[in-house]
């Protein structure tokens, strides 16, 4: 069995008891901490009265790295996600002096992804069917970014040997490369998710997503078909590039109003 992932709770002063939890997921050699506290999601999250809970993904942040490619499937990922909110939810029901947070809403939660957090976030409906409500997911590229990589060849980069021969791979080996003593386990984490190609057929939560693309993001080229197969609403689109729209007040803005109705 895996090892659970790491994942932090966050409770706001005043719950709008009539919304559900909402699961935050960060992308590739970042972690919950920095996707969603440090730009101050959480924050505008919880001051809207929504419980928030920040998962790390295999390999980033406090989660430990996955043992074998299989932990690190997208499949796999979406179940170890749906335990570590399922656990962190039991714990501060535990903790908490009024109510339960898991059964109060039949199981219901929300979801958030960015990038990597995104295409994990797709996979949820099916592993968990009628539990997602609402999601949002921000910086999805339409095509399998990982079906392109030479993982004997990224492996071996990280490792201390030779720059790879092909320009994309060398993109990701100085990617994980410089995430240090995680590299190998990054690398695993790549190795899985490209066993299991991003390949859409439609969307299977109660409700369409809303999709938040940046006006500068070429990674999200062709979003259109993605939107299209969700049948949700043409993309929220904010400013910045990939890298930039996470800090943005809009795409936090975006956010809230996705998951509560209000600016």
Known sequence: MATPLAVQTYTPDQPDEGLPPVLLIHGLCSDGHRDWVETGTVAALTDAGRTAVVA???????????????????????????????????GASAGASGGAFGGAFGGAFDVVGYSLGARLAWELPEAAPGRVRRAVLGGLSPAEPFAAVDIEALRAAVGGGPEPADPFTAMFAGMLGAQGDRAAGLVTCVEGLRSTPFEPTGWAGRTPPVFVVGQDD??????????????????????????????????????????????
Do not use: N
Not at 57 to 76: F, I, K, R, T, V
Not at 237 to 258: C, I, N, W, Y
């Open 56 to 90: 790390d993904l295999p390999g980033h942040g406090d989660s430990p790295a996955p043992a074998a490619a299989a932990e690190a499937g997208a499949g796999a990922i979406a179940v170890a996600l749906l335990a570590a909110l399922d656990g962190a939810l039991a």
């Open 218 to 263: 070429m990674m999200v080229r062709g979003i259109e078909r993605i939107v299209g197969l969700a049948g949700a609403a043409d993309p929220v689109t904010v400013p910045g590039d990939h890298f930039q729209v996470l800090a943005s007040a809009e795409f936090r803005t975006a956010v809230v109003k996705a998951l509560t109705g209000r600016e």
